[in-house]
């Protein structure tokens, strides 16, 4: 969580990073000892655990009773479903742009690639770059078509 909204760098690394083709998760195309990344071309890094985010006083941004938003989010490339934890009533600019984290953190997360139906993650813990979101929904306020 620290890491992804360090407001003093706009890069990273990343130790024994093996890469492979959303077209193909399972085939190895690379492996790097270190490899460099631009944080704001990341649009979601999915955990193992939720407990993986830290403190929860971090992760939430502070101690606050919390409410829990179910949201649907798409970009051009992802979609991505999950439980928003969000102190107080929902507003989406405030959701947006408010404070200085560009990762928010989502929780029992499902993440889609729209055009390659294969490529799904489902993780407990989530942190997507709200700087990449294009539409954001609330489940609670879809329409049955």
């Keep these: 969580m620290g890491l992804m909204n360090d407001q003093v760098t706009s890069f990273m690394e990343i130790l024994d990073a093996r890469l492979a083709r959303l077209h193909m998760p399972t085939k190895l195309v690379e492996h790097y000892q270190v490899l460099r990344l631009v944080r704001s071309q990341i649009f979601a890094v999915c955990l193992a655990r ?15 009773k919390m409410n829990e938003y179910s949201i649907h989010i798409a970009s051009p490339v992802y979609e991505l479903t999950g439980t928003l934890e969000w102190a ?10 408010e ?3 560009d990762f928010v953190p989502l929780y029992n997360g499902h993440l889609a690639a729209i055009l390659i139906s294969a490529l799904k993650v489902d993780s407990p813990a989530m942190l997507f770059n709200r700087k990449q979101v294009d539409l954001l929904g609330l489940k609670s306020q879809c329409l049955e078509s």
């Design 99 to 101: 404070g200085s984290r």
């Design 50 to 64: 939720r407990e993986d985010l830290g403190p929860p006083a971090l992760a939430r941004g502070g101690f606050q």
């Design 88 to 97: 107080g009533r929902f507003e989406f600019s405030t959701v947006m742009m």
